[in-house]
């Protein structure tokens, strides 16, 4: 017999209940897994792909040129995917509203430069400078997949 929701829910609740140093061991310990499965689902590209974007910006903000650590429990230091908030492809992207598609995706920002500083820049697109034209014009992934391909 197939499981409910709710029991499926309050098996799972339990058992975090009953194992909390499992759950949060494993958690710390396969935090790469963790984020390359959420970057994979909600963006389309592979782990691969973000690592290689991460070490083509050297553990850098891609705008704000800061270091950042990957794994972060501040909301404001942690890694944002940033993609074309007005992509014209939004059929291909994987959340409506939120998420992006490998065609959309610039590269990797904090969050604070992802909310203001990159909004601002698509709203105003007369207002960018010549390497902020270039920022916003790069697709990485599809250089990488392009790569691949040759």
């Known amino acids: 017999m197939a499981w409910t929701e709710e029991q499926a829910i309050t098996y799972s609740r339990d058992w975090r209940k009953a194992h909390?140093?499992?759950?949060?061991?494993?958690?710390?310990?396969h935090q790469e897994d963790r984020k390359a499965t959420r970057v994979q689902g909600k963006y389309g590209i592979t782990a691969a792909e973000y690592s290689r974007m991460i070490n083509e910006q050297k553990h850098r903000?891609?705008?704000?040129?800061?270091?950042?650590?990957?794994?972060?429990?501040?909301?404001?230091?942690?890694?944002?995917?940033?993609?074309?908030?007005?992509?014209?492809?939004?059929?291909?992207?994987r959340y409506l509203g939120d998420g992006?598609?490998?065609?959309?995706?610039?590269?990797?920002?904090?969050?604070?430069?992802?909310?203001?500083?990159?909004?601002f820049l698509e709203l105003y697109p007369r207002r960018q400078r010549k390497a902020e034209?270039?920022?916003?014009?790069?697709?990485?992934?599809?250089?990488?997949?392009?790569?691949?391909?040759?």
């Not at 705008?63 to 890694?79: G, I, N």
């Not at 490998?102 to 909004?119: F, L, S």
């Not at 916003?136 to 250089?143: C, E, F, G, Q, T």
Request: aromatic letters at 10%; a positive charge.
């Open 61 to 93: 903000w891609k705008l704000c040129r800061v270091v950042f650590t990957l794994f972060s429990v501040d909301r404001e230091k942690s890694p944002d995917v940033d993609h074309d908030h007005l992509c014209p492809n939004k059929s291909n992207h």
């Open 20 to 29: 909390p140093k499992y759950s949060s061991q494993w958690a710390k310990d």
């Open 100 to 119: 992006g598609c490998p065609e959309c995706i610039r590269g990797i920002v904090c969050h604070t430069c992802n909310w203001v500083v990159v909004r």
């Open 133 to 150: 034209r270039a920022y916003m014009a790069d697709r990485p992934i599809l250089r990488y997949r392009q790569e691949n391909k040759s």
